[in-house]
């Protein structure tokens, strides 16, 4: 089975610009979760999207923000690019609603904001 | 507030010994929680999970304990390899993982020949 995919692996944007990633989920997962990786805050959680609906929200500005088709691919973007917004994004996929899901991840996308 | 916490940035064991990743949490909400090895420059992959209705669960060389009482987690490694080095993360969550995982800051396993 085919793991979680992230495009494009690596980005280069300068500051004010707008950036879009995507992620498909394995095969037969509904739910897609964003986190970023920076090496001051470690790992932070972004949005969860199932069924084309975000579930929920980690404490970012409203610069960011996401989507989910009906194919549950997931698409996320970063408006006004900031420098502070170079890091790696992350995506991934569990299974089922309502069960405790074991998350399963992408490699990432390198984001460098100059 | 940090709600999940590896103390330990690093850690150095011998090839063959055992490793032990000790990860703490404040929320008595999380009821499910997981570790994660990450490489540089690539996504983490899942090692192992706990469902706080457990306090124990084995997996080939990894054994993950917890001790809801205390708020802890520890990560066993029997016996460690050199393939093993890597940042481990502990991770929890709670209500079906909706709310995403929290995760630790991470400890870098180093192992040595």
């Not at chain 1, 494009?8 to 989920?25: A, D, E, M, N, W």
């Not at chain 1, 500005?61 to 691919?73: A, C, K």
């Not at chain 2, 709670?94 to 040595?112: C, M």
Request: proline residues 5%; positive net charge; contains cysteine.
């Amino acid at each position: 089975k085919a793991g979680v995919t992230q495009t494009p692996r690596y980005l280069i944007k300068t500051r004010g610009q707008q950036v879009t990633l995507s992620c498909s989920p394995i095969s037969g997962h509904r739910s897609v979760s964003w986190y970023q990786q920076t090496p001051g805050q470690g790992l932070q959680f972004l949005f969860e999207y199932f069924s084309e609906t975000q579930r929920n929200k980690g404490n970012f500005p409203g610069r960011f923000s996401g989507r989910q088709f009906s194919n549950s691919r997931s698409e996320m973007n970063v408006s006004t690019l900031e420098l502070g917004d170079s890091a790696l994004y992350l995506c991934a996929s569990g299974g089922l609603a309502g069960e405790t899901d074991t998350q399963y991840f992408g490699p990432g996308t390198r984001l460098t904001v100059l | 507030d940090q709600q999940v916490k590896q103390n330990s940035p690093s850690l150095s064991v011998q090839e063959g010994r055992i490793s032990i990743l000790n990860c703490d949490y404040t929320n008595s909400m999380f009821d499910y929680f997981l570790w994660y090895k990450k490489y540089p420059a690539e996504g983490p992959t899942f090692l192992i999970s706990i469902s706080s209705i457990k306090d124990k669960n084995e997996d080939g060389r990894f054994t993950v304990f917890l001790n809801k009482s205390a708020k802890h987690l520890s990560l066993h490694i029997v016996p460690s390899q050199p393939g093993d080095s890597a940042v481990y993360f502990c991770a929890a969550t709670f209500g079906g993982g909706a709310d995403g995982l929290t995760f630790g800051k991470g400890t870098h396993l180093i192992i040595q020949p």
